[in-house]
């Protein structure tokens, strides 16, 4: 079993709704899921002009491999109703691996850890939340050092 750390985010519908549904889709496919961030409202990220994100981080563990879970993810999101629209648009529900084990990854499907993670507040603050010791594979620092750095 490998303990994975998913972001969600939604800014479009009830937001809050739509994060929760994702959660109980990730247990009703056979994730278990050990520990759920708090919820905050975020700015959006590359393209400003739309409404404001709920993002959380849930830690997991799955048997499931990478590619097999990323899959699994892009199934929930299109169960919950996301469509495809414009690069960092809006979007019912966005699921996202953050971290997978220690595993780094990069094909052209899948990159992990997720690019951009020591940069967004919006996946540092939830995943601070219920992992700030996790040491960020590449980077070789802590989540809640990556937080700080971003915060000052």
Not at 7 to 21: M, P, Y
Not at 44 to 66: C, H, S, Y
Not at 108 to 115: G, N, R, S, T
């Amino acid at each position: 079993m490998s303990t994975v750390y998913i972001g969600i985010g939604s800014n479009l519908g009830s937001r809050e709704d739509n994060c929760k549904a994702a959660v109980r889709h990730l247990i009703d496919n056979g994730i278990k899921v050990l520990k759920l961030s708090s919820m905050i409202e975020t700015e959006p990220w590359g393209v400003k002009d739309q409404p404001k994100f709920i993002n959380m981080a849930v830690k997991v563990e799955t048997g499931l491999g990478p590619e097999e879970l990323l899959l699994l993810l892009k199934q929930i999101e299109a169960e919950i109703g996301r469509r495809q629209t414009i690069h960092w648009g809006p979007r019912v529900i966005d699921l996202d691996i953050l971290l997978y084990d220690d595993l780094v990854l990069k094909t052209p499907e899948l990159e992990i850890p997720h690019p951009g993670i020591s940069e967004r507040y919006f996946v540092l603050k939830p995943l601070s939340d219920i992992a700030p010791e996790i040491i960020h594979p590449v980077i070789k620092k802590s989540i809640e050092e990556l937080l700080n750095e971003i915060s000052k």
